[in-house]
């Protein structure tokens, strides 16, 4: 019997191959999301995040900037909203819905934080969200790459460990975007952990070494060819 991928997010099965929801992500997540919102003046009182998993990417908005007034998620998941509920205060709230039914709810910001390449019909998910927000902040990995095409074992790997049934490139993510009637108006990569965090080996420090090499010399070449890079974009 086929199973959706909705139904790995409500059956527990994300749950047990991630019971953190990688919540350690948040805070450098949400420091590329400010700084871009600032870099581009654009200020929000109300913020939606759709898919917002365990809560901390809101958790996190709320400490850096207190001028938002009111921050919610949603979430298909009951496990994830049962860890994001924990963290409820006056200005969070989490529910356990799909937001692309709910008719009349709209906001000044909406996140859509590695969440794309999760949903089937991610055409229509885009279409659904488009008139629900005047701004809006995706993160997406970028795992199509000359790497992972030459070994694909890779995207079956992303496949079964965190369900990604979409991958992307850079150019693939703007079609997509530009297809459903949305303007980006800024962007920029996001380094993946093997980039940033602290090398534990000889082998994990010369891959570093090399990647932000690369990256350095030609940041577009460097995630086409190495993969592991993700975008993060403010569009409208």
């Known amino acids: 019997m086929k199973i959706s991928s909705n139904d790995l997010y409500t059956n527990g099965e994300y749950f047990k191959n991630n019971p953190t929801w990688d919540i350690a992500d948040a805070a450098w997540k949400t420091d590329i999301m400010i700084n871009l919102l600032k870099k581009n003046r654009v200020e929000a009182k109300q913020v939606i995040e759709i898919g917002c998993g365990a809560g901390e990417n809101l958790v996190q908005l709320a400490k850096k900037d207190p001028r938002i007034e009111k921050l919610t998620g949603y ?13 409820t205060t006056d200005k969070l709230s989490f529910y356990n819905k799909d937001f692309t039914a709910e008719e009349y709810i709209s906001t000044e910001l909406m996140l859509v934080i590695d969440v794309l390449e999760h949903v089937d019909d991610y055409y229509g998910f885009l279409r659904k969200l488009k008139n629900k927000s005047n701004y809006f902040v995706f993160h997406i990995p970028l795992d199509l790459c000359c790497r992972t095409v030459m070994k694909p074992h890779v995207l079956l790997q992303q496949r079964r460990s965190v369900g990604h049934i979409h991958y992307f490139s850079k150019e693939m993510v703007e079609w997509a975007l530009q297809d459903t009637g949305y303007e980006i108006i800024d962007w920029v990569y996001s380094k993946p ?6 090398a534990n080996s000889l082998k994990r420090s010369v891959k570093k070494t090399l990647r932000n090499f690369s990256f350095m010399i030609n940041k577009h070449w460097s995630a086409k060819a190495w993969g592991g890079y993700s975008m993060m974009i403010l569009a409208k």
């Not at 979430?75 to 963290?87: F, V």
């Not at 952990?193 to 602290?198: G, L, P, S």
């Open 193 to 198: 952990v093997v980039d940033v965090d602290e």
């Open 75 to 87: 979430d298909i998941s009951p496990q994830a909203i049962e860890l994001a509920g924990k963290k």
